[in-house]
Protein backbone atom coordinates (compact mmCIF):
# COMPACT_ATOMS: atom_id res chain seq x y z
CA UNK A 1 0.00 0.00 0.00
CA UNK A 2 1.94 3.29 -0.70
CA UNK A 3 2.23 5.96 1.32
CA UNK A 4 0.60 9.11 0.11
CA UNK A 5 1.05 11.44 3.50
CA UNK A 6 3.79 14.38 3.53
CA UNK A 7 4.23 13.32 7.14
CA UNK A 8 7.94 12.84 7.95
CA UNK A 9 7.58 11.62 11.70
CA UNK A 10 5.41 9.77 13.73
CA UNK A 11 5.56 6.99 16.34
CA UNK A 12 6.71 4.21 14.58
CA UNK A 13 9.44 5.58 12.78
CA UNK A 14 10.46 7.61 16.10
CA UNK A 15 11.10 3.84 17.74
CA UNK A 16 13.11 2.77 14.72
CA UNK A 17 15.29 5.70 14.93
CA UNK A 18 16.28 4.55 18.57
CA UNK A 19 16.28 1.13 17.72
CA UNK A 20 18.43 2.05 14.93
CA UNK A 21 20.61 4.92 17.27
CA UNK A 22 21.09 2.07 20.35
CA UNK A 23 22.19 -0.90 17.26
CA UNK A 24 24.79 1.54 15.11
CA UNK A 25 26.54 3.19 18.95
CA UNK A 26 27.12 -0.64 19.48
CA UNK A 27 28.65 -0.39 16.48
CA UNK A 28 30.43 2.34 16.42
CA UNK A 29 31.53 2.06 19.48
CA UNK A 30 34.04 -0.45 18.19
CA UNK A 31 35.27 2.00 15.78
CA UNK A 32 38.65 3.15 17.47
CA UNK A 33 38.97 0.11 19.17
CA UNK A 34 38.74 -2.92 16.69
CA UNK A 35 42.06 -1.62 14.76
CA UNK A 36 44.21 -1.39 17.95
CA UNK A 37 43.04 -4.81 19.00
CA UNK A 38 44.03 -6.90 15.84
CA UNK A 39 47.57 -5.24 16.59
CA UNK A 40 46.91 -6.00 20.54
CA UNK A 41 46.66 -9.87 19.11
CA UNK A 42 49.36 -10.16 17.38
CA UNK A 43 47.70 -8.82 13.71
CA UNK A 44 49.57 -6.89 11.03
CA UNK A 45 48.69 -3.72 8.88
CA UNK A 46 46.88 -5.48 6.32
CA UNK A 47 45.47 -7.97 8.68
CA UNK A 48 43.45 -4.68 10.30
CA UNK A 49 42.43 -3.82 6.79
CA UNK A 50 40.80 -7.84 6.47
CA UNK A 51 38.52 -7.61 9.90
CA UNK A 52 37.50 -4.39 9.60
CA UNK A 53 36.59 -5.10 5.74
CA UNK A 54 35.40 -8.54 6.72
CA UNK A 55 32.63 -7.52 8.33
CA UNK A 56 31.43 -5.63 5.17
CA UNK A 57 31.74 -8.18 3.08
CA UNK A 58 29.64 -10.72 5.19
CA UNK A 59 27.03 -8.47 5.32
CA UNK A 60 27.50 -8.07 1.49
CA UNK A 61 27.02 -11.90 1.00
CA UNK A 62 23.84 -11.80 3.03
CA UNK A 63 22.06 -8.51 1.56
CA UNK A 64 20.79 -9.62 -1.34
CA UNK A 65 18.96 -12.41 -0.09
CA UNK A 66 17.46 -10.47 2.85
CA UNK A 67 15.80 -8.36 0.28
CA UNK A 68 14.18 -10.90 -0.93
CA UNK A 69 13.37 -12.16 2.53
CA UNK A 70 12.30 -8.67 3.09
CA UNK A 71 10.11 -8.48 0.06
CA UNK A 72 8.41 -12.41 0.48
CA UNK A 73 8.00 -12.19 4.41
CA UNK A 74 8.12 -9.11 6.91
CA UNK A 75 10.43 -5.93 7.26
CA UNK A 76 10.02 -6.28 11.17
CA UNK A 77 11.80 -10.11 11.20
CA UNK A 78 14.72 -9.58 9.63
CA UNK A 79 14.96 -6.06 11.68
CA UNK A 80 14.72 -8.29 15.07
CA UNK A 81 17.27 -10.92 13.93
CA UNK A 82 19.64 -8.44 12.61
CA UNK A 83 19.48 -7.24 16.39
CA UNK A 84 19.73 -10.58 18.35
CA UNK A 85 23.28 -11.20 15.98
CA UNK A 86 24.21 -7.80 17.05
CA UNK A 87 24.33 -8.99 20.32
CA UNK A 88 25.63 -12.01 20.38
CA UNK A 89 28.84 -10.91 18.01
CA UNK A 90 29.65 -8.29 20.30
CA UNK A 91 29.69 -10.69 23.49
CA UNK A 92 31.77 -12.85 21.39
CA UNK A 93 34.89 -10.30 20.40
CA UNK A 94 35.87 -10.94 23.85
CA UNK A 95 36.49 -14.21 23.05
CA UNK A 96 38.37 -13.75 20.10
CA UNK A 97 42.44 -14.25 20.78
CA UNK A 98 43.66 -15.07 17.60
CA UNK A 99 43.23 -12.99 13.98
CA UNK A 100 41.39 -16.33 12.68
CA UNK A 101 39.33 -16.34 15.77
CA UNK A 102 38.26 -12.62 15.36
CA UNK A 103 37.52 -13.00 11.85
CA UNK A 104 34.88 -15.28 12.35
CA UNK A 105 32.99 -13.24 14.63
CA UNK A 106 33.45 -10.49 12.00
CA UNK A 107 31.77 -12.15 9.66
CA UNK A 108 28.67 -13.33 11.86
CA UNK A 109 28.72 -9.52 13.16
CA UNK A 110 28.34 -8.58 9.47
CA UNK A 111 25.73 -10.88 8.64
CA UNK A 112 23.66 -8.76 11.64
CA UNK A 113 24.03 -5.69 9.50
CA UNK A 114 23.11 -6.58 6.74
CA UNK A 115 19.68 -8.12 8.38
CA UNK A 116 18.50 -4.81 10.27
CA UNK A 117 19.77 -2.37 7.57
CA UNK A 118 18.55 -4.02 4.45
CA UNK A 119 14.71 -3.95 6.82
CA UNK A 120 15.01 -0.71 8.29
CA UNK A 121 16.11 1.23 5.55
CA UNK A 122 12.59 -0.46 3.38
CA UNK A 123 10.45 0.14 6.41
CA UNK A 124 12.13 4.01 6.28
CA UNK A 125 10.86 4.20 2.68
CA UNK A 126 7.27 2.54 2.90
CA UNK A 127 6.62 5.41 5.92
CA UNK A 128 6.39 8.37 3.39
CA UNK A 129 5.52 9.54 -0.25
CA UNK A 130 8.02 9.61 -3.03
CA UNK A 131 7.76 13.48 -2.00
CA UNK A 132 10.21 13.23 0.73
CA UNK A 133 11.68 10.21 0.40
CA UNK A 134 15.02 11.92 -0.03
CA UNK A 135 14.60 13.99 3.07
CA UNK A 136 13.27 11.05 5.26
CA UNK A 137 16.40 8.75 4.52
CA UNK A 138 18.30 11.58 5.17
CA UNK A 139 16.41 11.82 8.68
CA UNK A 140 16.98 8.60 9.13
CA UNK A 141 20.73 8.52 8.87
CA UNK A 142 20.92 11.41 11.51
CA UNK A 143 20.43 8.31 14.11
CA UNK A 144 23.39 6.56 13.01
CA UNK A 145 25.28 10.27 12.71
CA UNK A 146 24.48 10.85 16.75
CA UNK A 147 25.60 7.41 17.55
CA UNK A 148 28.93 8.44 15.78
CA UNK A 149 29.74 11.46 17.82
CA UNK A 150 28.73 9.96 20.77
CA UNK A 151 30.48 6.03 20.55
CA UNK A 152 33.78 6.11 19.40
CA UNK A 153 34.40 8.91 22.43
CA UNK A 154 32.97 6.35 24.41
CA UNK A 155 35.09 3.58 23.41
CA UNK A 156 38.26 5.06 23.39
CA UNK A 157 37.19 6.03 26.80
CA UNK A 158 36.27 2.85 27.94
CA UNK A 159 39.48 1.15 26.73
CA UNK A 160 41.92 4.16 28.46
CA UNK A 161 40.11 3.46 31.52
CA UNK A 162 39.69 0.13 31.45
CA UNK A 163 40.27 -3.29 28.86
CA UNK A 164 39.15 -4.33 25.84
CA UNK A 165 36.84 -7.06 27.27
CA UNK A 166 34.90 -3.89 28.88
CA UNK A 167 34.44 -2.11 25.42
CA UNK A 168 32.91 -5.55 24.23
CA UNK A 169 30.57 -5.78 26.94
CA UNK A 170 29.11 -2.71 26.34
CA UNK A 171 29.04 -3.00 22.84
CA UNK A 172 26.76 -5.94 23.71
CA UNK A 173 24.52 -4.13 26.20
CA UNK A 174 23.72 -1.39 23.73
CA UNK A 175 22.94 -4.03 21.07
CA UNK A 176 20.49 -5.70 23.63
CA UNK A 177 19.03 -2.17 23.79
CA UNK A 178 18.34 -2.22 20.46
CA UNK A 179 17.17 -5.70 20.60
CA UNK A 180 13.84 -4.74 23.08
CA UNK A 181 13.14 -1.51 20.89
CA UNK A 182 12.74 -3.78 17.80
CA UNK A 183 10.27 -6.09 19.21
CA UNK A 184 7.81 -2.97 18.94
CA UNK A 185 8.93 -1.89 14.88
CA UNK A 186 5.32 -1.45 12.61
CA UNK A 187 5.27 -3.20 9.35
CA UNK A 188 4.57 -0.67 7.10
CA UNK A 189 3.13 -2.03 3.97
CA UNK A 190 0.02 -4.32 3.31
CA UNK A 191 0.40 -7.83 2.90
CA UNK A 192 0.69 -8.99 -0.29
CA UNK A 193 -2.95 -10.62 -1.77
CA UNK A 194 -2.24 -11.08 -5.60
CA UNK A 195 0.39 -13.25 -6.91
CA UNK A 196 1.15 -10.27 -8.73
CA UNK A 197 2.36 -8.58 -6.02
CA UNK A 198 5.04 -10.93 -5.12
CA UNK A 199 8.70 -9.95 -5.75
CA UNK A 200 10.59 -11.56 -7.91
CA UNK A 201 13.06 -14.01 -6.92
CA UNK A 202 16.18 -12.37 -8.31
CA UNK A 203 19.04 -11.48 -6.05
CA UNK A 204 19.93 -8.09 -7.85
CA UNK A 205 17.79 -5.29 -8.89
CA UNK A 206 18.44 -4.11 -12.47
CA UNK A 207 16.40 -0.93 -11.85
CA UNK A 208 18.84 -0.15 -8.83
CA UNK A 209 22.26 -0.70 -10.70
CA UNK A 210 23.38 2.29 -11.36
CA UNK A 211 23.18 4.19 -7.92
CA UNK A 212 24.46 1.12 -6.75
CA UNK A 213 28.03 1.49 -8.69
CA UNK A 214 27.93 5.47 -7.53
CA UNK A 215 27.37 4.39 -4.00
CA UNK A 216 30.00 1.12 -4.40
CA UNK A 217 32.30 4.39 -5.03
CA UNK A 218 31.65 6.30 -2.64
CA UNK A 219 31.83 3.62 0.35
CA UNK A 220 35.09 2.89 -1.13
CA UNK A 221 36.26 5.58 0.85
CA UNK A 222 34.54 4.96 3.77
CA UNK A 223 36.27 1.64 4.26
CA UNK A 224 39.42 3.17 3.58
CA UNK A 225 38.59 6.28 6.16
CA UNK A 226 37.28 3.76 9.06
CA UNK A 227 40.36 1.64 8.75
CA UNK A 228 43.11 3.56 8.26
CA UNK A 229 42.23 7.47 9.44
CA UNK A 230 43.18 5.96 13.34
CA UNK A 231 46.35 4.32 12.34
CA UNK A 232 46.79 7.80 10.19
CA UNK A 233 46.58 9.93 12.75
CA UNK A 234 48.77 8.05 15.67
CA UNK A 235 51.11 6.77 12.98
CA UNK A 236 52.32 10.38 11.40
CA UNK A 237 52.01 11.63 15.16
CA UNK A 238 49.29 14.06 14.30
CA UNK A 239 47.39 14.03 17.37
CA UNK A 240 47.04 11.01 20.65
CA UNK A 241 45.17 8.03 20.45
CA UNK A 242 42.89 9.53 22.71
CA UNK A 243 41.76 12.35 19.91
CA UNK A 244 40.90 9.71 17.02
CA UNK A 245 37.74 9.82 18.25
CA UNK A 246 37.41 13.83 17.62
CA UNK A 247 38.08 12.83 14.29
CA UNK A 248 34.28 10.95 13.82
CA UNK A 249 32.92 13.10 16.25
CA UNK A 250 33.37 16.16 14.01
CA UNK A 251 32.22 14.19 10.79
CA UNK A 252 29.74 12.61 12.46
CA UNK A 253 28.50 16.16 14.02
CA UNK A 254 28.81 18.14 10.87
CA UNK A 255 26.42 15.15 9.46
CA UNK A 256 23.98 15.46 11.99
CA UNK A 257 23.29 19.07 10.67
CA UNK A 258 23.43 18.74 6.83
CA UNK A 259 21.48 15.51 6.14
CA UNK A 260 18.13 16.39 6.24
CA UNK A 261 18.47 19.27 4.28
CA UNK A 262 20.86 17.87 1.80
CA UNK A 263 18.39 14.72 1.48
CA UNK A 264 15.15 17.73 1.07
CA UNK A 265 18.15 18.97 -1.92
CA UNK A 266 17.23 15.77 -3.90
CA UNK A 267 13.81 15.97 -3.75
CA UNK A 268 13.29 19.07 -5.10
CA UNK A 269 16.35 19.81 -7.53
CA UNK A 270 16.74 15.69 -8.55
CA UNK A 271 18.54 12.84 -7.30
CA UNK A 272 21.92 13.83 -9.65
CA UNK A 273 21.69 17.10 -8.36
CA UNK A 274 22.40 16.25 -4.80
CA UNK A 275 24.83 12.94 -5.33
CA UNK A 276 27.01 14.56 -8.10
CA UNK A 277 28.53 17.24 -6.06
CA UNK A 278 28.30 15.29 -2.86
CA UNK A 279 30.78 12.62 -4.54
CA UNK A 280 33.25 15.18 -5.81
CA UNK A 281 33.47 16.73 -2.24
CA UNK A 282 34.39 13.63 -0.93
CA UNK A 283 37.38 13.34 -3.25
CA UNK A 284 38.44 16.75 -1.72
CA UNK A 285 38.38 15.34 1.41
CA UNK A 286 40.50 12.43 0.54
CA UNK A 287 42.51 14.35 -0.99
CA UNK A 288 42.75 16.96 2.27
CA UNK A 289 43.20 13.74 3.99
CA UNK A 290 46.59 12.87 2.14
CA UNK A 291 48.25 16.28 2.18
CA UNK A 292 47.46 17.20 5.90
CA UNK A 293 50.37 17.73 8.37
CA UNK A 294 48.12 19.45 11.18
CA UNK A 295 45.46 17.85 13.27
CA UNK A 296 43.06 20.73 12.22
CA UNK A 297 43.33 19.95 8.52
CA UNK A 298 42.36 16.64 9.08
CA UNK A 299 39.29 18.28 10.52
CA UNK A 300 38.43 19.99 7.64
CA UNK A 301 38.62 16.72 5.75
CA UNK A 302 36.38 15.31 8.26
CA UNK A 303 33.84 18.45 7.38
CA UNK A 304 33.99 18.01 3.48
CA UNK A 305 33.93 14.47 4.25
CA UNK A 306 30.63 14.77 6.11
CA UNK A 307 28.73 17.11 3.79
CA UNK A 308 29.55 15.01 0.48
CA UNK A 309 28.27 12.45 2.46
CA UNK A 310 25.11 13.60 3.61
CA UNK A 311 24.61 15.04 -0.28
CA UNK A 312 25.34 12.14 -1.93
CA UNK A 313 23.98 8.96 0.30
CA UNK A 314 20.21 9.75 0.89
CA UNK A 315 20.07 11.08 -2.57
CA UNK A 316 21.82 7.25 -4.12
CA UNK A 317 19.53 5.70 -1.71
CA UNK A 318 16.12 7.26 -3.37
CA UNK A 319 17.14 6.75 -6.79
CA UNK A 320 17.45 2.89 -5.94
CA UNK A 321 14.26 2.99 -5.01
CA UNK A 322 12.55 5.64 -7.08
CA UNK A 323 11.75 3.20 -10.72
CA UNK A 324 10.87 0.05 -8.29
CA UNK A 325 7.22 -0.69 -6.82
CA UNK A 326 6.76 -1.90 -3.42
CA UNK A 327 6.52 -5.17 -3.47
CA UNK A 328 10.04 -5.37 -4.46
CA UNK A 329 11.67 -1.76 -2.13
CA UNK A 330 13.30 -4.94 -0.31
CA UNK A 331 14.82 -6.54 -3.36
CA UNK A 332 16.06 -2.95 -4.45
CA UNK A 333 17.33 -1.92 -1.00
CA UNK A 334 19.27 -5.63 -0.81
CA UNK A 335 21.24 -4.47 -4.14
CA UNK A 336 21.77 -1.41 -3.36
CA UNK A 337 23.00 -1.86 0.07
CA UNK A 338 24.94 -5.30 -0.78
CA UNK A 339 26.86 -2.35 -3.07
CA UNK A 340 27.30 -0.48 -0.39
CA UNK A 341 28.92 -3.24 1.83
CA UNK A 342 31.04 -4.18 -0.87
CA UNK A 343 32.43 -0.84 -1.37
CA UNK A 344 33.48 -0.59 2.25
CA UNK A 345 34.91 -3.98 2.69
CA UNK A 346 36.93 -4.09 -0.61
CA UNK A 347 37.55 -0.41 0.38
CA UNK A 348 39.55 -1.45 3.92
CA UNK A 349 41.06 -4.39 2.43
CA UNK A 350 42.04 -2.92 -1.11
CA UNK A 351 43.69 0.13 -0.05
CA UNK A 352 45.12 -1.12 3.22
CA UNK A 353 47.24 -3.09 0.50
CA UNK A 354 48.06 -0.18 -1.39
CA UNK A 355 48.74 1.33 2.32
CA UNK A 356 51.22 -1.36 2.82
CA UNK A 357 52.97 -0.67 0.02
CA UNK A 358 53.06 3.18 -0.36
CA UNK A 359 52.05 4.38 3.07
CA UNK A 360 48.88 5.88 3.86
CA UNK A 361 48.66 9.67 2.49
CA UNK A 362 49.23 7.98 -0.81
CA UNK A 363 46.57 5.32 -0.38
CA UNK A 364 44.06 8.31 0.77
CA UNK A 365 45.06 10.16 -2.69
CA UNK A 366 44.15 7.28 -4.89
CA UNK A 367 40.71 6.99 -2.49
CA UNK A 368 39.59 10.42 -4.01
CA UNK A 369 40.91 9.91 -7.39
CA UNK A 370 38.46 6.97 -7.70
CA UNK A 371 35.71 8.66 -6.01
CA UNK A 372 35.92 11.60 -8.80
CA UNK A 373 36.24 9.55 -11.73
CA UNK A 374 33.17 7.87 -10.40
CA UNK A 375 30.94 10.68 -9.94
CA UNK A 376 31.72 11.67 -13.79
CA UNK A 377 30.88 8.04 -14.78
CA UNK A 378 27.67 8.33 -13.03
CA UNK A 379 26.79 11.82 -13.52
CA UNK A 380 27.54 10.84 -17.15
CA UNK A 381 25.30 7.74 -17.09
CA UNK A 382 22.06 9.09 -15.27
CA UNK A 383 21.85 11.73 -17.58
CA UNK A 384 22.21 9.41 -20.87
CA UNK A 385 19.38 7.28 -18.97
CA UNK A 386 16.92 10.35 -18.75
CA UNK A 387 17.27 9.81 -15.32
CA UNK A 388 17.72 13.13 -12.64
Not at 271 to 279: D, E, V, Y
Request: include cysteine; charged fraction near 15%; aromatic fraction near 10%.
Amino acid sequence: MENDSDKLLDSGLLVLLACAFALMSSFYILLPVLPVYVLHIGGSKPQVGLIIGAFALSALVFRPPVGIGVDVFTRKAFAVVGTVIFTLASASYGLAHTVAALLGVRLFHGSGMASFQTAATTLVVDSVSDRRRGEALGVYGIASNVAMVAAPALGSWLLAAADFRTVFRVSAALAFIAVLLALFLKERRAPLTRESERPEHSLFCREALLPSFAVFALMLTYGATLSFIPLLITGEKLASEARVAVFFSVYAAILIVSRAPAGRISDVKGRLAAAFPGMLLAAVAMVCLASARAFAVLLIGAGLYAVGMALAQPALTAAAVDSVPEHRRGSAMGTFTASFELGIGLGAIAFGALAGAVGYRWMFAAAGGEVALAAIVYGALTKRAGSH
